[in-house]
Nanobody, 124 residues
């Protein structure tokens, strides 16, 4: 069993920056893909970014490309999302997710095996 715990969400001003963290515990050694999704009130959950191991290949949604950076520190079992140039449209609950077997549809929520509880980001 794997547990994912996000942190780092808070309120921030327009144009500001935040770094989200997701700490994985349990049998995390085989996770191939880890990603971030977000969900705003009244909207569907949408993909933000993902990173693959061992290649380190990253993928981003068009809406965050160039502003957000996803990284992974394997030794600490931690996933990060550096968010810069934040806008009100980035306001959402942000979720961390992990998948064990390779799947190139990183932006499809249904492929992920484990999810965190989320951390709230509010930009105003």
């Amino acid at each position: 069993h794997v547990q994912l715990v996000e942190s780092g969400g808070t309120s921030v001003q327009i144009g500001g920056s935040l770094r989200l963290s997701c700490v994985a515990s349990g049998d995390t050694g085989s996770s191939v893909c880890m990603g971030w999704f977000r969900q705003a009130p009244g909207k569907e959950r949408e993909p933000v970014a993902a990173i693959y191991r061992p290649s380190g290949v990253t993928n981003y949604a068009d809406t965050v490309q160039g502003r957000f950076t996803i990284t992974r520190e394997s030794a600490a079992n931690t996933l990060y999302l550096q968010m810069d140039s934040l806008t009100p449209d980035d306001t959402a609950m942000y979720y961390c997710a992990a998948r064990w077997a390779y799947e190139d549809r990183w932006n499809f929520a249904g492929i992920y095996d484990f999810w965190g509880q989320g951390t709230q980001v509010t930009v105003s």
